[in-house]
């Protein structure tokens, strides 16, 4: 099936994508209807606010993204940058530019995709805006949290001795994407061959359908801690680490030995020829959390499933670096991934 969008007209589509949509939290007093939504915290919660835009060619290839899967990453990605101020995410806004090239049938695979996210982590859509483009899609998400008062984590308190920590491991979206890349030829063409990712799932999962860390946010507060500094993996460990040592006025080792990868993220990284460090430390779209706890906390944040620890904090002299297995530093590079970087 294929509906041109001009059938249904801007508000016609607005209606039919948004229809169903029900409210679940507390916060959300008045949904989408009218010129604004309308929003109410209790007082001792802080409001965060962050937002993101993706677009076509440079965020994503519709040539191996469904678009089911990029309406559940475009939510998501935010979710993680509210839960990386150790919040909770609450509502968001839509906002989308269509070409000609889509049609209605396509972007209800894109709101399917962003309502499956937002039931599953109970945030409720509130507003956006449908405009048209000259040239492919463009997404912008905004997300609106809480936090507790005195419970919001920035980029800028990481302190000496303080110990590194991550969720999860890392660069396997990156490779899924290698991979994906790889098979971008075979996906376009003929539509009976199909490329064999068995054995590489977890890689296009975390490429694909990536998820925020919830959990760990609720696993630290389960534990009593708060971190002294957090920021969520999108641009690569590298990049996030330098940002937080940056704002903390602080300098950090981490060891190569102790950074989280997956096997397959190892096995195809040898497939490729890359340095599997490398990958791990500058892939981005991670998804996962890095952030700093006090030296105190040692003994319960080690007990928590699913973290690493992989290093810790010094003086700002002592610049950041990576510590290889044989005892080499090397300082860390903002290598990852930059939109705005000349290629
Ligand atoms: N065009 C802009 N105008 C004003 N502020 C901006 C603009 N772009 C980014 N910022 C602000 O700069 C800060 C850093 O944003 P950045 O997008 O680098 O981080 P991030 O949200 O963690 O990244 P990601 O988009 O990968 O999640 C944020 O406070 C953001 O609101
Ligand atoms: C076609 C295509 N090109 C590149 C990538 C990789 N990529 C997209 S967004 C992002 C990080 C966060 O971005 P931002 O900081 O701009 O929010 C990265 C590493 C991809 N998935 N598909
Ligand atoms: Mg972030």
Redesign the pocket.
């Known amino acids: 099936m294929r509906t041109e969008i001009s059938t249904l007209g801007e508000f016609g589509l607005i209606a039919h994508l948004t229809k169903g949509i029900k409210l679940e939290n507390e916060s959300s007093k008045y949904g989408i209807g009218d010129d604004a939504a309308v929003l109410s915290y209790p007082s001792e919660k802080q409001i965060l606010v962050t937002t993101?835009?993706?677009m076509e060619?440079?965020?994503?290839?519709l040539t191996y993204?469904p678009l089911k899967h990029l309406g559940y990453k475009s939510a998501v990605?935010n979710f993680s940058d509210i839960y990386a101020m150790n919040g909770t995410p609450r509502q968001i806004t839509i906002s989308l530019a269509l070409s000609k090239r889509f049609c209605v049938e396509d972007i209800e695979e894109f709101y399917a995709g962003v309502r499956l996210a937002c039931q599953q982590y109970h945030v409720d859509i509130v507003g956006g805006d449908t405009s048209s483009s000259l040239t492919g899609l463009a997404i912008s998400i905004t997300c609106i949290g809480e936090a507790d008062k005195n419970k919001v984590v920035y980029r800028n308190g990481a302190k000496e001795t303080d110990l590194i920590c991550v969720s999860g491991d890392l660069g396997a979206?990156?490779m899924g994407?290698q991979l994906l890349e790889r098979e971008k030829t075979v996906l376009k063409g003929e539509k009976d061959i199909q490329p064999d990712f068995s054995g590489k799932e977890y890689l296009l999962e975390r490429?694909l359908k990536p998820e925020a860390r919830k959990d760990i946010i609720e696993k630290l507060a389960a534990a009593n801690i708060i971190p002294s500094s957090m920021m969520d993996i999108?641009?690569?460990l590298s990049s996030e680490l330098l940002h937080i040592c940056k704002q903390s006025n602080a300098g950090c080792r981490i060891y190569e030995e102790h950074i989280p990868i997956d096997y397959q993220t190892a096995v195809m990284a040898e497939e490729f020829n890359m340095n599997l460090t490398t990958c791990a430390m500058n892939?981005?779209?991670d998804y996962e959390l890095v952030f700093t706890v006090s030296i105190a906390d040692y003994d319960k944040v080690s007990q928590i499933e699913g973290i690493r620890l992989i290093g810790h904090i010094t003086k700002p002299e002592l610049g950041c670096a990576l510590v290889t297995r044989d005892g080499q530093e090397f300082e860390l590079r903002a290598q990852?991934?930059n939109?705005l970087r000349k290629k």
Do not use: M
Request: net charge negative.
């Open positions: 993101d835009l993706l060619g440079v965020h994503f290839d993204v990605v979206a990156y994407l490429q999108s641009d690569g892939g981005g779209e990852g991934w939109a």
